[in-house]
Each structure stands twice: as C-alpha cells, then as structure tokens.
C-alpha cells in the first residue's frame, strides 16, 4: 500500500518568511495529493491539490510542487501570517488501490507556528 | 465545514458502552469516510462507502461498524470490542461524479473521551 513521509514534524517561522513542507510518497501509481490545514479542534480543510499531471500550482501565497520521478510533493507558504498557524496535511491517492477505493493516504503532520 | 455535520463535538462514555457518533451531509456526495485521528499523528481511515447500502472497511476497522442506509448518512459505532477508543473522529464526503476531481470534504469532528 502507500506510505507517505512528511516533514518537519514542527516548523516555526517569523511572520513574513516563507515556509516549505515536503513530502513523499511510495505508490508511483498514486495521481492525486491534496494539502489540507487543520486548526485547533476542526476539521482539515482542503487547502490546495495537485494531480500527476502537472508540476507546479499556485493559489495567492500557496503553492505547491510535484517531483514525479523524486515521488516527492511540496508546500510553499509565501509571505506567512500569523493565521496562518495551524497543523498541515498531506496526502495521496491512487486512481484506485488494491481494494477498489479512492482512499487516501496521510502524513503525519507539520506544526507550523507563524511568530508575529 | 462544507455542509457536513458531525454530532456531538464532544463525548464522554464509560468503558464497555457502545456509541455512535453522527455525520450528515447536504452536498449530494455519494462517497462518505470516517477517519480516526490520534494526537501529533495523520487520518487512518476506518470506513468508507461509496453509494447508498455499501460499505467497505478501512486500514483500522476492527471494533467499529458503520451503516449507510440514506446517502445523507454515514454514522459510525464505537464497540466495546474498539481496544483504545478514545481519539478524535472525522467524518468526510466526496463525490463519484466522472469528470470531478474527488476532493475529500471534512465535517468538524467528534472527540470522544472514554474512560
């Protein structure tokens, strides 16, 4: 099955500085990864994704970026604010696994502290 | 939340009980998920079904079941049988539509305490 990697487990950043979450994936079959941001109490909420197809995708101060032949994806915070503080998934997916389901695979998270 | 509802926020039970946590969604999403989410780690997934009267079991299934008889609907139990129960829960919707891209939407969970 997928096992996907994330780091830093904690990352904490000045109010303005960029901040960069790597992860890394096994699956090479795998064709969808989604960022999501979970604050305090809340559920995640999806924040950007990117699918095999393409390298690079941008939303404002969000971007992320996809190495198919590393397995590796990244996000790139631009600009950060302290609202900006919050734990970070990512995730992957293959078309479908083994057992027929459009599952998702997690990191484990990154605990991003934006200091004003 | 993205018209998803979890109930309740939080829930106490003692050990032994069985208890069923909520999820209603109003996105006409045919796919539902449940997920258990542990402190400082990722979502495991429990249980997902895709239509109406279908379930399949997750990577942690053993000590829940699920059932899915109204495609709004996708409560989760909590068996006495689960052997660490306590954890934070999350519900999530997709849609099977062709051409969408399956986005995961989340509800805004149920933490459970049972002690």
């Known amino acids: 099955g997928e096992n996907v990697e994330q780091h830093p487990s904690t990352l904490s950043v000045q109010e303005g500085d960029s901040a960069v979450i790597k992860c890394t994936y096994s699956?090479?079959?795998?064709?969808?990864f989604p960022w999501y941001k979970q604050e305090l109490g809340k559920g995640p909420q999806l924040i950007i994704d990117?699918?095999?197809?393409?390298g690079e995708k941008k939303d404002q101060r969000i971007a992320v970026t996809l190495n198919k032949t590393a397995k590796h994806f990244s996000l790139h915070i631009t600009e950060t604010q302290p609202e900006d503080s919050a734990v970070y998934f990512c995730?992957?997916?293959?078309?479908?696994?083994?057992?027929?389901?459009?599952?998702?695979?997690f990191g484990s998270g990154t605990r991003l502290q934006v200091q004003p | 939340d993205g018209g998803i509802t979890q109930s309740p926020k939080y829930l106490f039970r003692k050990e032994g009980q069985n208890v069923t946590l909520s999820c209603e969604q109003n996105?006409?999403?045919?796919?539902m998920y449940w997920y258990r989410q542990d402190p400082g780690q990722g979502l495991r997934l429990i249980y997902y079904?895709?239509?109406?009267?279908?379930?399949q079991k997750g990577d942690i299934a053993e000590g829940y079941s699920v059932s899915r008889e109204k495609k709004e609907s996708f409560p989760l139990t909590v068996t006495s049988a689960q052997k660490n129960p306590t954890a934070f829960y999350l519900c999530?919707?997709?849609?099977?539509?062709?051409?969408?891209?399956?986005?995961?939407?989340f509800g805004p969970g149920t933490r459970l305490t049972v002690t």
């Open positions: 999530a919707s997709s849609t099977r539509q062709a051409g969408n891209s399956y986005e995961q939407y």
């Open positions: 699956d090479s079959a795998s064709n969808y």
């Open positions: 990117i699918r095999s197809n393409v």
């Open positions: 995730a992957a997916r293959r078309r479908l696994d083994e057992a027929g389901r459009r599952a998702l695979t």
């Open positions: 996105l006409n999403h045919d796919a």
């Open positions: 079904s895709q239509i109406v009267n279908d379930f």
